[in-house]
């Protein structure tokens, strides 16, 4: 069998930061209607977060925690002003 879609050579997570992962990209597709949207929050630099929210939230559950709560926060403010 051809295993051409195997990423040879790169590290695979740990089972927690695949976990984290998982739960923050789902926190961030209800804040985010736009994919675009979502995808930049999650791989730039968040000032309220003091840094890349993908990498803080896959770091530790603490991490994800604050991911998830600036989530929540920017889905409120976004409801709130329309």
């Known amino acids: 069998m051809n295993n051409s879609f195997k990423r040879a050579g790169r590290p695979r997570f740990a089972d927690d930061a695949g976990r984290r992962q998982g739960a923050a990209v789902t926190a961030a597709l209800a804040a985010f209607p736009d994919i675009a949207e979502l995808r ?14 993908l990498k803080i939230a896959t770091e530790s559950d603490h991490g994800l925690d604050r991911v998830q709560a600036e989530l929540q926060r920017k889905a409120l403010s976004r409801t709130a002003t329309g």
């Open 40 to 53: 930049r929050f999650m791989n730039e630099h968040d000032e309220a977060l003091g840094g890349v929210p």
